[in-house]
C-alpha cells in the first residue's frame, strides 16, 4: 500500500544534542514538507522540496536542516540550535495543491 | 489577519445534529481549500477538497466555498461520537509555490 512512513513515533533528545527523523514515501509524489504542531498554535511549516536535491525554507526554519537526496526521502534533522523543540513533527507528500497532502504518522519529539 | 483563520472551539453539538465548522481565508489564499479531521494525537486526514464556488457532498459532509466573501465551510450532518476530533482548514497559496496553509483547527465535541 502506498503512504508515508515516519520514524521513530516517540524520540528524546538531551540538551545539546541533534536527532534526525525519517520521512519515507512510495507515493511517487514530487512535493514533501516538514510541519510542527504545537498545542493550539496549528500546523507551521519547517521546510519543504518540491524536487529532489531541492528545498526551501518555511516559516519557522531555523534550528532545523533538512536534504533531499531521494524522491523518497526527506530526513528533518533539529539541531541543538533549536531551543524549544518540544512538538510533534509531521511530514507530508503531495502533487500538486490542487490534490491536497498526504499526512505520515507523525513524530512525537520531546527534550529531557 | 491571519491568512486562513478558523475559530478554536470547542464546538459542542448532540449526536444526531448539524455541525458547522467556519474559516475564513485572507487575499494570499488562492483556488484550492481542503478540510482535515485530526483525532488527539494522531496525524490529519483529509475529507473534502473544494475548488469552485458552491458547495461539494460526499456523504454526510458538504464543504461550501464562497470566493466573493473569502469563507469556507464544512457541514456535518448526523453528526456522531466518533466525528468528535479538530477540523483543519487549509487553502493553497496557488501559483508556483505548491503550498498549503493552514488554520489552527476547530474542536468539535458531539455530545452522545
Known amino acids: 500500500d502506498g503512504g508515508i512512513t515516519q520514524s521513530p513515533k516517540y524520540l528524546f533528545r538531551k540538551e545539546g544534542q541533534n536527532v534526525t527523523l525519517s520521512c519515507e514515501q512510495n507515493?511517487?509524489?514530487?512535493?514533501m514538507y516538514w510541519y510542527r504542531q504545537d498545542p493550539g498554535q496549528g500546523l507551521r511549516l519547517i521546510y519543504y522540496?518540491?524536487?529532489?536535491?531541492?528545498?526551501q525554507k518555511g516559516d519557522i526554519a531555523e534550528g532545523y536542516s533538512v536534504s533531499r537526496e531521494k524522491k523518497e526521502s526527506f530526513p528533518l534533522t533539529v539541531t541543538s540550535a533549536q531551543k524549544n523543540p518540544t512538538a510533534f513533527y509531521l511530514c507530508?507528500?503531495?502533487?500538486?495543491?490542487?490534490?491536497?497532502?498526504?499526512f505520515g504518522s507523525g513524530t512525537r519529539l520531546t527534550v529531557v | 489577519q491571519k491568512e486562513v483563520e478558523q475559530n478554536s472551539g470547542p464546538l459542542s453539538v448532540p449526536e444526531g445534529a448539524i455541525a458547522s465548522l467556519n474559516c475564513t481565508y485572507s487575499?494570499?489564499?488562492?483556488?484550492?481549500f481542503f478540510w482535515y479531521r485530526q483525532y488527539s494525537g494522531k496525524s490529519p486526514e483529509l475529507i473534502m477538497s473544494?475548488?469552485?464556488?458552491g458547495d461539494k457532498e460526499d456523504g454526510r459532509f458538504t464543504a461550501q466555498l464562497n470566493k466573493a466573501s473569502q469563507y469556507v465551510s464544512l457541514l456535518i450532518r448526523d453528526s456522531q461520537p466518533s466525528d468528535s476530533a479538530t477540523y483543519l482548514c487549509?487553502?493553497?497559496?496557488?501559483?508556483?509555490?505548491?503550498?498549503?496553509?493552514f488554520g489552527t483547527g476547530t474542536l468539535l465535541a458531539v455530545q452522545p
Open positions: 487549509a487553502g493553497d497559496y496557488g501559483g508556483a509555490t505548491n503550498k498549503l496553509i
Open positions: 487575499d494570499r489564499v488562492s483556488q484550492s
Open positions: 507530508a507528500s503531495g502533487q500538486g495543491t490542487n490534490y491536497g497532502y498526504t
Open positions: 473544494i475548488y469552485s464556488n
Open positions: 522540496s518540491q524536487i529532489v536535491n531541492d528545498f
Open positions: 507515493l511517487n509524489h514530487d512535493a
